[in-house]
């Protein structure tokens, strides 16, 4: 077991009377990620009806992911600290350093003996600071975070803006620079600006050739490459379950590309079943005891342009499948049918 269920268990005990005391302050229903905001915000930061887009709010993280050519800096950083260990669930993933060339045996061979004194380095000092250490060949650092860390109602950073890819599985996950993760290591306050909230309301179901990647596809299209600057992309509805785990983290994954800050979906049956399939039968239990606080309250969903900033609606069933681009999707129609 890779993962910390007492640390899950202490999140989710918590979770349900932090949520009550923050729809108390704010005085209306909560979205699903100003449920994970407000559950996560760090001991000595007020509660308070925070301004989307202008308030700076201080947070406390569950987990720091890494990947090898971030985590470099960020180490060095947090041993000139002085800490005996991270305070902080913590690991470093070697992927971004594996050349891809010759195939897969000769390329993690070559990356080995290219970078292998980075390597060496980041192993020993994941070793001596108690921070997890996934070897060169292990696996790319989104889908090793997706298979073994990240759970409902988490809030996770990582050195990687594709970090997002973990709000497939219903969590908060956000790409920072390495002096923010060291920041969260060594036990101090993360900032951040307070999101805006865009909702995508998806309905229908994926028919024919079509996958996740053409929903994101089509929002990209609506939204232009920077229209999810500043904000959470939150997908609900009747067609957000009927998409599978890793579907969801594919379209939270290309979020990046919109600029969101980041991008989830609430907790349902298809991430009940991922984790049970990745051996976190004990997560998914405990998931289902809080489920309610886990997704956005029913009345959100009922009137979301009262709620988010902005609503989109999605017919899945209309969608069609794409094999290449958009190559500048600022610049091409929703549709993707013409490239100006």
């Not at 990647?213 to 939204?223: F, N, R, S």
């Not at 490459?225 to 904000?231: D, E, F, P, Q």
């Not at 979020?255 to 998914?284: N, P």
């Amino acid at each position: 077991m890779v993962f910390d269920l007492d640390m899950i268990k202490a999140v989710y005990a918590a979770m349900p009377g932090r949520i009550a005391k923050a729809r108390k302050v704010v005085g209306k229903p909560l979205t699903l990620s100003e449920k994970i905001l407000y559950t996560h915000l760090h001991a000595d930061q007020k509660i308070e009806n925070f301004g989307r887009g202008k308030s700076y709010v201080d947070f406390a993280p569950d987990r720091v992911a890494m990947q090898d050519a971030t985590a470099q800096m960020a180490l060095l950083q947090f041993m000139s600290g002085g800490i005996p260990k991270v305070l902080v669930p913590s690991t470093v993933h070697c992927d971004h350093l594996i050349l891809a060339k010759d195939g897969a045996k000769q390329d993690l061979k070559d990356s080995i003996t290219a970078s292998g004194e980075v390597f060496n380095f980041l192993e020993s000092v994941s070793n001596k600071y108690g921070i997890g250490f996934w070897k060169p060949g292990a696996g790319i650092i989104h889908q090793v975070v997706l298979e073994n860390y990240a759970f409902p109602g988490a809030m996770m950073i990582g050195t990687d803006s594709h970090t997002v890819n973990a709000g497939g599985l219903g969590m908060i996950a956000i790409g920072v620079g390495g002096a923010d993760a060291v920041d969260v290591m060594s036990g101090m306050p993360w900032e951040l600006k307070w999101p805006k909230l865009i909702g995508i309301k998806l309905t229908g179901k994926l028919s024919g050739w079509t996958s996740s990647k053409d929903v994101i596809l089509k929002v990209a299209g609506i939204l232009t490459v920077k229209g999810g600057t500043g904000a959470i992309v939150e997908y609900f509805g009747p067609g957000a379950q009927t998409l599978s785990c890793t579907g969801k983290g594919t379209i939270c994954n290309m979020g990046a590309e919109i600029g969101a800050t980041t991008s989830t979906f609430g907790y349902d049956e298809k991430m009940a079943q991922y984790l049970r399939g990745t051996d976190r039968t004990e997560v998914a239990d405990l998931a289902d005891k809080i489920k309610e606080h886990l997704t956005g309250d029913p009345e959100v969903y009922a009137n979301p342009e009262k709620y988010f900033d902005e609503v989109i609606e999605i017919d899945l069933s209309t969608l069609e499948p794409h094999v290449n681009g958009p190559f500048t999707p600022g610049s091409c129609d929703s549709n993707f049918k013409i490239c100006r």
